[in-house]
C-alpha cells in the first residue's frame, strides 16, 4: 500500500455525517491476564489511541442512520482476542435489535495469538451474531481494509451481502508471514490482493476510502427501499401483438443489435450496484448481478448477459452459482427476483461436465420455484436448452415479442429429427417456442410488443420493458411470495 493508512476513527469520520458518530462501546474488562500481556495491551492502547482492536457505535450516512464496527489496526495489528470478540457480538446484537443496516470495516491480521484457542474459538460467536443479524432481513455490508487475513477474513469479512475492498489491499486467509515460516519460501505475489479477489468472483468491487460513503449508500437505497406502501404504479396499456412467423421471431432475437440487459438497465433502472461473482471464487460474464429498482420498486436482478457470452466463453455452470448466490441474497433481504433469459444456451464442453453444469440447472430450477421472496421473470431474446430454463420458473412471467423458448436451438433439434439442418425453421414452429405461444399455453403472463423489432428501437422498447417491469415488481412486493404450487401450476 503507498497510501498512509487510515485509523478506524479516521474512516469513521470519512464515511459517516460530520459529528454523527456515536459510540456504543464500554471499557474492556482485563481480569485473569498476565502481567506480561497486559502490559502489551497497555501499549497497544497508548500507540493506537482506542482500547482495543474493535470499536463499535453507530452514525448517520446521508442522513441514514447505521451501525458500524472497525477494526483498529494500530492495536496489536487489529488482532481479535475475548475482549474484542464481545465487543464484535454485542454491537452486531444490538444493530440487529435496533433493526439498524451493519457497516463493517476489517483490517486484521486475524486471531489474537497471546490468547490462544479461546480467542480463535470466538469466530463461532461472531459468525452466529452476524447470521442473525442477516437472518432478521438486515443488510450487512463490509469493507475489506489493508491488511485483512485470518480468523476475521474467514468469518465476519467473509459473510457481507455486498463486499467490497480497498486498493491495493492484502486480503487472504493465510498471511504470507506465516506461509514463508512454514514452508520455507515466500507466498506467491499478486494472490492475496483486492483486485485479485474481484477477478475471480470472491468480492464486489474494489472501492477507495473516500468512495465508500457513495457506493454504501446507494446500496441502502436498493436494500432498504420500501416493500409496502409503494405509490400505484399505472399499468401498462398491452397493444395488440401481430402474429410474427415464428421463424422471423427467431431470425430477429439473435440480431446483435437488439437489446441486452445492460442497455435495459441503462435506460430502463432508476437505480444499479452491480455485484460480482459468486462470492466463492467464480465469476462468469455471461451472467449480470446487481441490486436494482426500477421505478420506487427494488430487486435483486440476474440478467443472461449477450454481450458476455461467446462462443469460446458460453455461458458456464459458474454463471449458474452466481445466480443461486443472487436468489440467496433476495431470500435473506426480503427483496424480489428478477430473472432475464437471454442465452444462446448454456457452455457444452469438458469444464462444463466437470463443473458440474446438469447439477446447477436442477438446483437453480429447485431453488427459484421454492424461492421465499417473490419472483419475476423477463423473456428478453433467445431461450437455448437448460441454461435458460434454470432461469424461468416464477410467479410472474413476462416476455418481449420476439423471444423464444426451446430445448435446443431450432437447428439442433432439425439435426436430431431430420439429420439436417435446413428444417430449423419447421422445427421450431412445430416446438411452439415463441412467446406468443407460450402465452397461450399460460406459460408467460404478458408480452411486451416490438415496434416492430427491439433492435430499430432499443431505448424506447427498453423503457417499455422497464415500466411493466416497475408495474409487476409492485404488485409482487404487495402480494408477497407465491406457492410452490401456483409457480409449478402454469406448466400443467
Known amino acids: 500500500m503507498s497510501t498512509r493508512r487510515l485509523s478506524a476513527h479516521e474512516l469513521i469520520d470519512l464515511v459517516l455525517d460530520a459529528g454523527s458518530w456515536r459510540s456504543w462501546d464500554t471499557p474492556p474488562d482485563r481480569h485473569g491476564i498476565s502481567t506480561e500481556y497486559a502490559a502489551e495491551l497497555a501499549a497497544a492502547e497508548e ?42 457480538v454485542q454491537g452486531i446484537e444490538r444493530a440487529t435489535r435496533e433493526r439498524l443496516p451493519l457497516l463493517a470495516a476489517a483490517a486484521s491480521g486475524g486471531t489474537r495469538m497471546q ?14 451474531a452476524v447470521a442473525q443479524h442477516k437472518e432478521a432481513g438486515l443488510p450487512y455490508l463490509v469493507y475489506l481494509r489493508h491488511p485483512t487475513t485470518g480468523g476475521v477474513m474467514a468469518s465476519w469479512g467473509s459473510l457481507g451481502h455486498v463486499t467490497v475492498a480497498e486498493p491495493g489491499a492484502l486480503t487472504g486467509f493465510l498471511g504470507p508471514r506465516v506461509y ?57 396499456e398491452d397493444v395488440p401483438i401481430p402474429d410474427v412467423e415464428t421463424w422471423e421471431a427467431v431470425t430477429r432475437s439473435r440480431d446483435p443489435e437488439r437489446p441486452g440487459v445492460r442497455r435495459l438497465l441503462r435506460y430502463a433502472a432508476s437505480d444499479v450496484v452491480p455485484l460480482n461473482g459468486t462470492g466463492q471464487g467464480e465469476a462468469d460474464p455471461g451472467l449480470l448481478i446487481a441490486l436494482a429498482r426500477f421505478g420506487e420498486a427494488p430487486c435483486v436482478f440476474l440478467g443472461q448477459d449477450r454481450r458476455g457470452q461467446t462462443v469460446a466463453h458460453p455461458m458456464g455452470p459458474g454463471a449458474l452459482r452466481e445466480a443461486r448466490r443472487g436468489m440467496r441474497l433476495a431470500a435473506e433481504l426480503g427483496l424480489p427476483l428478477v430473472t432475464v433469459i437471454d442465452t444462446q444456451g448454456a457452455a457444452l464442453s469438458v469444464d462444463a461436465e466437470e463443473g458440474g453444469l446438469a447439477g446447477e440447472i436442477a438446483r437453480c430450477l429447485a431453488d427459484l420455484v421454492t424461492l421465499r ?22 410467479d410472474r412471467v413476462v416476455a418481449a415479442q420476439h423471444a423464444w423458448l426451446s430445448p435446443l436451438p431450432p437447428e439442433g433439434a432439425s439435426a436430431i429429427v431430420h439429420r439436417d439442418l435446413d428444417h430449423a425453421p419447421d422445427m421450431a414452429r412445430a416446438q411452439q417456442v415463441r412467446a406468443l405461444d407460450l402465452h397461450a399455453r399460460g406459460v408467460v403472463d404478458r408480452i411486451v410488443s416490438e415496434r416492430p423489432d427491439a ?16 408495474h409487476e415488481l409492485a404488485a409482487l412486493l404487495d402480494a408477497g411470495p407465491g406457492s410452490v404450487e401456483a409457480r409449478s401450476a402454469r406448466y400443467l
Open 180 to 236: 514463508e515460516a512454514l514452508y520455507d519460501r515466500p507466498f506467491p505475489e499478486g494472490v492475496q490482493t483486492s483486485e485479485n479477489l474481484y477477478a475471480h468472483g470472491i468480492i464486489d468491487a474494489v472501492v477507495p476510502p473516500e468512495e465508500i460513503a457513495s457506493i454504501l449508500d446507494r446500496a441502502l437505497t436498493i436494500l432498504e427501499a420500501p416493500r409496502h406502501g409503494i405509490a400505484a404504479v399505472p399499468e401498462v
Open 455 to 470: 433492435a430499430v428501437e432499443p431505448e424506447e422498447f427498453c423503457r417499455r420493458v422497464g415500466a411493466v417491469l416497475e
Open 115 to 128: 490468547e490462544g484457542t479461546p480467542a480463535f474459538v470466538q469466530m463461532v460467536r461472531i459468525s452466529a
Open 373 to 394: 421472496a417473490p419472483t419475476l421473470c423477463l423473456m428478453l431474446g433467445e431461450g437455448n436448452g437448460g441454461g435458460a430454463l434454470a432461469f424461468l420458473p416464477a
Open 47 to 88: 500507540k493506537s489511541g482506542v482500547d482495543e482492536s474493535v470499536i463499535s457505535g453507530e452514525g448517520l450516512m446521508h442522513g441514514r442512520r447505521v451501525a458500524v464496527v472497525a477494526s483498529e489496526f494500530r492495536f496489536l495489528a487489529g488482532s481479535i482476542g475475548r475482549d474484542a470478540a464481545d465487543r464484535l
